[in-house]
């Protein structure tokens, strides 16, 4: 019976090492394939405030937008995404508030847009004194 009994425990210990190496792999993979979709996802988001994301190919169209004074950085996001001139209100807000400083601020006004825009093309226009088509008071 002690012979048997060192057999089981020799299969015993050969079941629980290859458990123990399949569910090590089964970690890996995961790990792995969890770093993939996050870097993917990271990229993405990366590439639109960074790359020449538009919503639409050239020549797109144009979309009259009214910036009104006192309007945060955030409204403006809001509004841009509602006019669909810009995908994402975040990935626009983030580009703003990296290229907007106080010597070239959003100016209010009355701007043409148009959807084959990048963001910082955007941003460029309503910073701009001369882009404006004039100030409006009311909002779009």
Known sequence: MTAKSAKEKRGSSGVKLALHIVLTLLLYTVII???IYLTKGAYA???????NDTVADA?????????RQGD???????????KNVIKSKTAFFIRAKLMVNNSDPI??????????????????????????????????
């Open 59 to 67: 020549p797109g169209t144009d979309v009259m937008v009214t910036i």
């Open 107 to 140: 100016l209010p006004g009355v701007y043409k847009l148009n959807t084959s825009m990048n963001y910082g093309n955007i941003i460029r226009t309503i910073t701009d004194p001369g882009a404006s088509f004039g100030e409006n008071s009311e909002k779009d």
């Open 72 to 82: 945060t950085t955030q409204e403006i996001a809001e509004l841009l995404e509602y």
């Open 45 to 51: 988001f990366s590439y639109q405030i960074f790359g």
């Open 33 to 35: 394939l969890g770093t």
